[in-house]
């Protein structure tokens, strides 16, 4: 299936309000580079820090549409909806299917976290091999796919647990990876919450794709049904985190391992100490800038 592409270079505080328009306007995806790169990928997001936007002077933004869409139509209605926005600024082309296939299958190889558990994009088979456990995701889908160290960390933590028959909550769950990971580690079941309805659907689909979607439930915040979990897991900002650690605490069976991250070096002694009112055996493991917290809910 061939793809029309458009590509839109804004300043940074534009961003945002573009993206916007592109989304009301149907795009079926939208990838961000920095717009002063020597190469068209030195610079792509494939998966931004917990939070994170680009703080890129100039940004292209290229949105994907499908084929038959009406090129003067979308120019139009993206003038209407952003008056500012010059003509000019606008490049078309058309991409086939196997090109934007091959240019995620060369941005995202499959990864390995801790003894068993692998993350594979859905275009690649992954090898038979029962010592193994394969997560597999759709690679459009631009965060949550294991590349950032905060979610490396959180899959390597899952993946020394013995989850089998255990009940998981996830909490800022993106694109699944967590939940489904779980899931697939030997979890009974898990809740994945989400305050952007765009990562519950992209969840929904990922763990349909892996065939676990009978075994989660995916809730916004202020939706959330659930019981408290065997085991918790949260992997969202530093503020938030503090913020909401009564919540988790309460979203924790006595005895629960938990794990936290998205926090960046110099930001833990803060929560190690918030942590401390409800969470034993903390302790604290870091990969490159970020930080994994990591214990045990008080019985």
Not at 119 to 128: D, G, K, Q, S
Not at 210 to 227: H, S
Not at 266 to 289: C, N
């Amino acid at each position: 299936m061939p793809w029309l592409e458009l590509s839109l270079t804004v300043r940074a505080e534009q961003q945002p309000r573009v993206e916007e328009a592109l989304d009301d306007l149907g795009a079926l995806s939208i990838t961000l580079q920095d717009a002063d790169a020597e190469t068209p990928d030195e610079q792509a997001i494939f998966e931004p820090g917990v939070g994170e936007l680009p703080l890129w002077p100039t940004i292209t933004l290229n949105a994907l549409f499908d084929a038959d869409t009406d090129r003067r139509g979308l120019g139009e209605a993206l003038g209407e909806l952003l008056p500012w926005l010059e003509p000019d600024h606008m490049q078309f082309r058309d991409i086939a299917d196997e090109d934007w296939e091959r240019a995620w299958m060369d941005q995202f190889k499959p990864m390995p976290f801790g003894r068993r558990l692998w993350i594979y994009p859905w275009n690649i088979e992954p090898p038979a091999d029962d010592d193994t456990v394969v997560v597999r995701l759709d690679p459009g889908l631009a965060f949550g796919s294991g590349t950032h160290p905060t979610t490396a960390l959180c899959l390597a933590w899952l993946d020394s647990l013995d989850l089998t028959g255990k009940s998981l909550v996830d909490y800022g769950c993106g694109s699944g990876i967590l939940a489904i990971a779980a899931l697939k580690l030997g979890a009974a079941s898990a809740v994945g919450v989400d305050n952007d309805p765009q990562a519950l659907t992209a969840s929904a689909d990922n763990a349909e794709r892996n065939e676990v979607d009978d075994r989660l439930a995916l809730f916004l915040p202020e939706d959330i049904d659930a019981e408290p979990a065997d085991v918790f897991i949260a992997n969202i900002l530093a503020g938030p985190l503090g913020e909401l650690a009564p919540t988790f605490a309460a979203a924790a069976k006595p005895g629960a391992p938990f794990a936290i991250s998205g926090i960046l070096k110099g930001q833990e002694e803060e929560l190690l100490t918030r942590y401390a009112e409800w969470f034993d055996e903390l302790r604290v493991d870091t990969l490159e800038d970020w930080v994994r917290i990591s214990g045990r809910r008080r019985s």
